[in-house]
C-alpha cells in the first residue's frame, strides 16, 4: 500500500491480557518507530528500529513491553499483562532512510484496557 | 520543564483568518523541525520539514524556526474549515528520539 498501515484499528482488552499490535510500514522505509499518543498529549516515543535492528527501546514503559521486526518490514508491538495506564492511541512511523526524518505516520491502534 | 512546550489551545478563528502556532525548546542541540496536522482519531500527517534556521513556505504554511531563541513558529493563511485540526510541532537533534509538542487544537469557524 502507499501508506503506513497499522492493525487492528481498535482493540478491546481486559486488564492481565496480552496483545499485539502490527504495522505495515511504507514498502523500503528503512526506519521505523512506535509511539504511544495518550488523550491530548502529542506521540510520545518508545522504540526505534533500522531495518531488523532495534537500536533504541529507551521509551518502552515497562518490560512488559516488546517490540519486534524479524525480517525488517513488518513490525509487532506486544504489551504483556495490561494495565487500564497502558490504555493509549499506538502510533507507528516510517521513515526512507537512516536520517529517520520525516517521519510518515499511520492512524494508530486505539486500544482500551477494561 | 519540557523539552517542548506548546499552549493546547483550543484556538477558534474565523474563516479567512492568519494563524499563529508556537512552540518553544530547551534544547539547542535541536536540528529538525517539523510540523504535523493530525485529525481526529487519524494519524499526524506531515505539513512542514525543515533543518535549518529561517522561514520555509508551502502553499498557504510557513513555517520559521529561530535557533538564537528557541523558538518555532507555523503560519497559516487564509485559514479554511478544514484547516480545523491539531497542529503538532515536533523536533528532533539527529538522533533516534522525536519529541513532540502536546498540540494546539484549531478551530475555523465558516
Known amino acids: 500500500g502507499a501508506g503506513v498501515s497499522q492493525s487492528p484499528r481498535y482493540k478491546v482488552a481486559k486488564r492481565g491480557q496480552d496483545v499485539a499490535l502490527r504495522c505495515d510500514p511504507i514498502s523500503g522505509h528503512v526506519s521505523l518507530f512506535w509511539y504511544q499518543q495518550a488523550l491530548g498529549q502529542g506521540p510520545e516515543f518508545l522504540t526505534y528500529f533500522q531495518n531488523e535492528a532495534q537500536l533504541d527501546k529507551s521509551g518502552l514503559p515497562s518490560d512488559r513491553f516488546f517490540a519486534e521486526r524479524p525480517e525488517g518490514s513488518v513490525s509487532t508491538l506486544k504489551i504483556q499483562r495490561t494495565q487500564q495506564e497502558d490504555s493509549a492511541v499506538y502510533l507507528c512511523?516510517?521513515?526512507?532512510?537512516?536520517?529517520?526524518?520525516?517521519?510518515?505516520f499511520g492512524d494508530g491502534t486505539r486500544l482500551s484496557i477494561l | 520543564q519540557k523539552e517542548v512546550e506548546q499552549d493546547p489551545g483550543p484556538l477558534s478563528v474565523p474563516e479567512g483568518a492568519i494563524v499563529s502556532l508556537n512552540c518553544t525548546y530547551s534544547?539547542?542541540?535541536?536540528?529538525?523541525f517539523m510540523w504535523y496536522r493530525q485529525y481526529s482519531r487519524k494519524g499526524p500527517e506531515l505539513l512542514m520539514y525543515?533543518?535549518?534556521?529561517g522561514n520555509k513556505e508551502d502553499g498557504r504554511f510557513t513555517a520559521q524556526v529561530d535557533k538564537s531563541s528557541k523558538y518555532i513558529s507555523l503560519f497559516i493563511r487564509d485559514s479554511q474549515p478544514s484547516d480545523s485540526a491539531t497542529y503538532l510541532c515536533a523536533i528532533n537533534t539527529g538522533g533516534f528520539k522525536t519529541i513532540f509538542g502536546a498540540g494546539t487544537r484549531l478551530f475555523v469557524k465558516a
Open positions: 534544547n539547542s542541540a535541536f536540528q529538525y
Open positions: 512511523a516510517s521513515s526512507f532512510d537512516r536520517t529517520r526524518q520525516p517521519q510518515h
Open positions: 525543515t533543518y535549518s534556521s
